[in-house]
């Protein structure tokens, strides 16, 4: 048994030990105790958490449900070497990401039950970062099935359920899967005609970026029917669809599409209209029609035809256009998701609270 100092830094300090250190801090900072392996174990985190003590003690910011999620997030990414953008994942973005129900399963979503139907949080795109844009909130079960998987291997799970495969791949079923294939697809760069293909079967989730510009206007005809005053708004996009033929088609798209959603009535609660909308597009007429009108269109024309709609604020919410770059900010597409492992020598803040942590002693056995 010997005392070991883990406080000093003779070597570079590694993002990922910078990463830890803050962390700990943040713990720290907001008067929450780590998972006690993490807590006591010699590392990063540990050094952050003592310093962090030191520095606060008792003058402590509040552990809201949602800080406590941030928290929990950032730790499991640690352990997994997995990046998390912190300028735009905060607790107040993950606030807006709350849903009441699975997008996937569709079941209610719990809170520290341990069962399937905890609400948990996924990054959309496996090759990439904890990054705005990226995540979506989603029951435990469909999270752990999902996995790694992406947009192409769910849609070859659909087809293998549909072929026979009993109970389903990964406990989801061939309708999951499809769900899960086009939540994918949102953030997965694909070509113009593929695009137009896809039936909505799931609306994108608040925050998430679409990489799709027949996608984005998909949804954003679809969403018209979520609040009162459709019927003038979607006669005025109309108007906006460049060309008579292609209007003629859009007009025929929507006439498919509208009588599907009416028929789940009236007296319906928000989510259930929400599904309702999402079923409408498992009718081969409502995706023929749409897949022949949004072919008519480029995909320039497309991204034309939602800035006009939102400039004369035909939306039902917040659309805001990103570059690519933008689009993709914090996603560490360049290593998949994962931390770049390089020194942090340009971090001077957190290198100035790690060198005045000083040497912390601990028990080596």
């Known amino acids: 048994m010997s005392l070991v100092p883990i406080g000093t830094h003779a070597h570079p300090i590694s993002t990922l030990d910078r990463i830890g250190f803050e962390l700990g801090w943040d713990y720290a900072h907001h008067r929450v105790c780590p998972p006690e392996a993490y807590a006591q174990a010699p590392s990063p985190l540990r050094d952050g958490l003592l310093a962090g003590q030191a520095t606060f003690g008792l003058r402590t910011l509040n552990a809201t449900r949602h800080v406590r999620k941030w928290l929990q997030l950032r730790l499991h990414a640690w352990l997994r070497g997995r990046s998390v953008e912190l300028t735009q994942v905060t607790p107040n973005h993950l606030a807006q990401l709350d849903v009441s129900h699975c997008p996937i399963t569709r079941v209610g979503l719990s809170v520290a039950t341990l069962e399937g139907s905890d609400s948990s949080i996924d990054r959309v795109r496996n090759g990439a970062g904890y990054a705005a844009g990226n995540l979506a909130v989603m029951s435990t079960k469909a999270n752990h099935a999902k996995a790694a998987h992406g947009f192409r291997d769910a849609i070859r799970f659909v087809k293998e359920v549909e072929a026979g495969a009993l109970g389903g791949v990964n406990g989801l079923t061939a309708a999951q899967w499809a769900r899960v294939a086009v939540l994918c697809s949102f953030v997965e760069p694909l070509a113009h005609d593929e695009a137009c293909a896809l039936p909505l079967l799931v609306l994108p989730p608040n925050r998430l970026r ?13 969403r018209q029917l979520l609040v009162p005053g459709w019927s003038q708004r979607v006669s005025r996009i109309e108007a906006l669809v460049p060309g008579k033929p292609a209007q003629r088609a859009f007009r025929d798209f929507f006439q498919a599409l509208l009588p599907r959603v009416l028929e789940a009535g009236r007296n319906i609660t928000p989510m259930e209209a929400r599904w309702a909308v ?87 056995i």
């Open 210 to 222: 679409l990489f799709n510009p027949a996608q984005a206007l998909q949804a954003f005809v679809s």
């Open 278 to 364: 999402e079923d409408a597009w498992r009718n081969p007429l409502v995706q023929r029609r749409w897949t022949a009108f949004a072919r008519m269109l480029s995909a320039e024309q497309c991204e034309a035809l939602l800035r006009r709609a939102t400039a004369k604020k035909l939306g039902t919410g917040v659309l805001n256009q990103l570059t690519d770059a933008q689009a993709t900010d914090g996603w560490n597409l360049e290593t998949r998701g994962y931390v770049p492992h390089t020194p942090a020598a340009d971090e001077p803040a957190v290198l100035r609270r790690m060198e005045a942590a000083g040497p912390q002693m601990l028990l080596a």
